[in-house]
């Protein structure tokens, strides 16, 4: 093969052009759907989650307070309850979530803060 | 906590995620990777900084409408049709053109660091991978926050571009692994306060590709330790996704690290263990170490006798450099901070000569790096918020964090960063003949340490 031949196939031609190939990777997995969203917030119950940082505590007590004088019957589920979701144990305290919500009778979460 | 999200959505339970102003567009960007248009509710400026009148009125006025409506409105836009646009495939030709042209084009659609890169043509590509016997499309692991899956293709596709030589190779899959290693937690590479890794090799390798571990170590302007540095951030970059203002939210960035190789020389003459045992590889092997880092600061003209000034002067110097990275020794990140020690030779062996070993080292600073328990909880409670009402006792008593946090009710007791000697890294590194030091401060949660043990097979 000639000077010329190998360039090419190397990718570059004896002008210096080259082809260049996606430094990136394919996404996995594809769209995901969100869960069906509820007619209203009366009577449901809410869990709030937390990585603990930010302020969140003043923030739910905040949310909680309007929350309750907006929807008759409306309950929360404390944090506390959880464990940080941005802490120590995030990866178990997240991957137990759905049963644990299922457990606790949650209708609705909250999650916080994304500071 | 976006992650959190998409697990109670994928469970059928609607939520809203509180997201802060200057991070929707971090939340968009994850949402991407999760593969959920998850509802946020946004909250106006940033919530640590705001008087509580200012907080109430914002959440009550701005998030508290969003809230409702994330949770009982219909979300009906595709997930990610108008944002994430046809991709190429792993073996596509994205482009052809001149060396400066493929620059360009890297440049403009963010490929590129910002620095000039080798254009990753096919030739280049396979001489990368013809230092391995792995298949190109063999998937390394899936990194986040984009959730794409590191091949050694890719691998050798951004090998090339940061201008490794093909003999790394076998280094750099065992750099990617351990990023996609769940403890290294890669989603946090983009956190706010901005660290970036350290990588640390030992054993033969660091003859065998010529890295420089001597004068100057993680200055650039050696091929293997600068180029291989590089690469992290770009892999972080084009595989994980990882750019500023998008998932790197990072406040004040590092740049990517020069790579620090031990000298096992130096190590072998004292009869001390590599670094690498500490976490559990055997004496000599060819390890690739990767942990995050915020900073550090040099520690120099350590002299003197060794026990009464050189060991109180390096105890002196770790504890200036730890202050919020407290967090992760009894915070949110309980036990595990992990201060990085470098030493130079001379120093090693004026410690060697007094009869003062490696893990004596550890043992002292465990035992004298300590700081005035209230200033720790100032630290961390007062001034950081990072630890919710932080008292050392209550936790010590509750068995969350180790006695030594305890050991009495005087607000003056002083108490240890870490939990154990054996959570001070020490590598021996740097000029064998100036007797300064160096102290890192880990990011703890967000970069923890992991090991890699390195093919040699593929090294020709």
Known sequence: MTQAGRDMSAGSDHEGACSVYWPGAPRQGGEKPLARRLESLEGKRVALLWGWLFRGDDVYTLLQKALTERFSGISFIHWREFGSIHGNDERAVVAALPEKLKHLGADAVLTAMGC | ?460
């Not at chain 2, 409702?68 to 219909?74: G, H, M, Q, S, V």
């Not at chain 2, 495939?89 to 060396?99: E, Q, Y």
């Not at chain 2, 970036?196 to 033969?204: F, N």
């Open chain 2, 1 to 460: 906590m976006l992650r959190a999200s998409a697990v109670c959505e994928q469970a059928g339970i609607p939520s809203a995620s509180l997201v802060c102003e200057g991070f929707l567009q971090q939340a968009k960007a994850v949402c991407m990777g999760l593969g959920m248009k998850l509802p946020v509710a946004h909250m106006p400026g940033h919530v640590a900084v705001q008087p509580a009148g200012v907080l109430e009125k914002n959440i009550l006025e701005v998030t508290l409408p969003e809230v409702i409506a994330c949770l009982t409105r219909t979300v009906d836009q595709p997930v990610n049709a108008e944002e994430a646009p046809d991709e190429p495939g792993l073996r596509d030709i994205v482009f052809r053109g001149s060396h400066d042209a493929v620059n360009e084009h890297f440049q403009q659609r963010g490929w590129s660091d910002g620095l000039p890169i080798v254009p990753p043509t096919l030739a280049k590509i396979e001489a990368f991978l013809a230092h391995t016997g792995r298949k190109p499309e063999e998937v390394l692991g899936v990194l986040l926050p984009e959730k794409r899956t590191a091949t050694v293709w890719s691998v050798a596709v951004n090998g090339v571009m940061s201008g490794c030589r093909p003999e790394y190779m076998p280094l750099l899959l065992a750099m990617v692994e351990a990023m996609a290693d769940p403890a290294f937690g890669v989603e946090h590479a983009g956190a706010t306060p901005g660290g970036d890794a350290l990588v640390i090799l030992t054993g033969p390798i660091v003859k065998r590709l010529g890295f420089n571990f001597g004068q100057g170590v993680m200055r650039d302007g050696f091929v293997p330790n600068t180029s291989v540095g590089r690469f992290w951030r770009m892999v972080l970059r084009n595989v994980a996704g990882f750019r500023l203002h998008g998932n790197d939210k990072a406040t004040y960035g590092n740049t990517w690290r020069v790579v620090v190789a031990e000298n096992a020389d130096c190590l072998q003459a004292l009869g001390w263990p590599s670094c690498c045992t500490d976490t559990g590889f055997a004496d000599g092997e060819s390890t690739v170490s990767i942990a995050n880092y915020t900073g550090g600061n040099v520690v120099a003209q350590v002299s003197g006798d060794p026990r009464r000034q050189m060991l109180p002067y390096l105890a002196d110097a770790v504890v200036r450099q730890m202050s919020w990275q407290l967090t992760f020794s009894v915070g949110a990140g309980l036990g595990r901070l992990h201060p990085l020690v470098l030493i130079t030779p001379i120093l090693a062996e004026a410690f060697a000569v007094a009869g003062i070993t490696r893990s004596d080292i550890q043992q002292y600073l465990f035992e004298h790096a300590r700081m005035r328990a209230e200033d720790m909880e100032r630290l961390l409670g007062d001034w950081s918020d990072l630890v919710s009402e932080c008292n050392l006792a209550a936790m010590a008593d509750k068995g969350t964090i180790p006695q030594d946090f305890h050991a009495s009710d005087d607000p003056d007791r002083m108490v240890p960063l870490v939990w154990k000697p054996a959570d001070y890294s020490i590598v021996v590194t740097g000029d064998p003949l100036r007797n300064n030091a160096y102290v890192f401060s880990p990011s703890g949660l967000r970069g923890y340490r992991v090991t890699r043990r390195i093919d040699a097979e593929g090294m020709g």
